[in-house]
């Protein structure tokens, strides 16, 4: 018996740490100066986006990890960017260059990640804990105002909770396949509308988002069953937020659909 109690013990533990995670406010970030006009510039991941992310007919974003380790000057310029990001206290921020902020750091940090073990199959490989393809979420890989920063912290602790935004699953990326597109733009407060709501848009319609496989059988991204809070906390409410973004075809069989749901996430890098 023992021996069974451990074996399961540990299937259980490789689970993603994500799964079915509310957001967690850290309230250290909660705070932000309004009367601030000042902007914070991302010209330099601009620049890196520029060079190295491209459009693909699949309909997914795809980065060259590969060429951008060997560029060694855009490697400096990645560096400095978030040598440069950390060096802000964000908090003296309006809230909408806050949002902007982290949601650059999120996609470049994980850039950087996936480039310093690189070459990898998925960014699952990567991690500091013992676990097996847990990913490197909850490892620490930034300090900002004194404080370490784990990916998890950003997307869970500061993001989602702050903004209660469920267009923020569309913008932060997780360097996979079936992650929603890495923006080809930088966000900023200015643009932040256009893009979340295109990355929505986007992401709703491409099979990856939403598989309408049959009139009994829909398979839609993991996102939703792992996110399940930000989209209503149920599958009428993930169907409701569908709905705010589908095509007409796609709307037209999702409010006429009444069969089974499955989820389904593909892991692969976003690589070329």
């Known amino acids: 018996m023992r021996k069974h109690i451990y074996v399961l013990t540990c299937v259980f533990l490789a689970l993603p740490s994500f799964a079915a995670q509310k957001p967690e406010l850290i309230p250290f970030w909660d705070r932000s100066n309004e009367q601030n006009n000042a902007t914070i510039a991302h010209d330099a991941w601009q620049s890196v986006l520029d060079t190295y992310l491209k459009q693909h007919a699949s309909g997914i974003n ?3 990890y590969g060429s951008l380790k060997s560029t060694e000057v855009d490697i400096s310029k990645l560096n400095s960017y978030l040598n440069k990001l950390q ?22 940090l994980t850039v950087k990640v996936v480039v310093d073990s690189y070459p990898v199959d998925s960014i699952k490989e990567i991690h500091e804990s013992w676990i097996p393809r847990s990913g490197p979420w909850g490892d620490v890989h930034a300090r ?28 932060v990326n997780c360097a996979s396949i079936g992650c929603p597109n890495l923006a080809t733009e930088a966000y900023t407060a200015q ?17 990856r988002g939403v598989d309408v496989v049959d009139e009994d059988f829909i398979v839609l991204s993991s996102i939703y ?24 075809d796609l709307a037209e069989q999702l409010n006429n659909f009444d069969g089974a749901i499955d989820y389904e996430y593909d892991w692969d890098l976003n690589q070329p």
């Open 225 to 248: 069953d792992w996110w399940v809070f930000d989209f209503g906390n149920s599958e009428e409410g993930v169907i409701a937020h569908l709905l705010k973004y589908a095509n007409p």
């Open 62 to 64: 795809r980065f060259d």
């Open 191 to 207: 643009n932040m509308e256009l893009l979340l709501n295109s990355g929505a848009r986007e992401y709703v319609n491409h099979p």
């Open 144 to 171: 900002v105002a004194g404080q370490e920063l784990t990916l998890d912290n950003i997307e869970h602790g500061i993001l989602r909770p702050i903004w209660n935004d469920d267009r923020i699953h569309y913008a």
């Open 87 to 108: 060096s802000i206290d964000p908090r003296e921020y309006s809230r909408a260059e806050q949002k902007a902020y982290w949601i650059n750091f999120y996609n470049s």
